[in-house]
């Protein structure tokens, strides 16, 4: 997650792309959790 977090905070990555990086069914091999997202964004994941 620090890489994401980090990534996000030197807007490397939006929001959306950060989007694309967390654990569903439909996308097994995410690298965050939607809690995870919430924690970097402060908004709820929603697809």
Do not use: C, H
Request: net charge negative; aromatic share 14%; glycine share 2%.
């Amino acid at each position: 997650m620090a890489f994401w977090q980090l990534a996000y905070s030197r807007k490397w990555v939006t929001i959306d792309q950060l989007r694309l990086a967390v654990k569903t069914e439909s996308n097994p091999y995410g690298q965050i959790t939607a809690d995870e997202f919430k924690t970097i964004t402060s908004e709820d994941y929603n697809a």
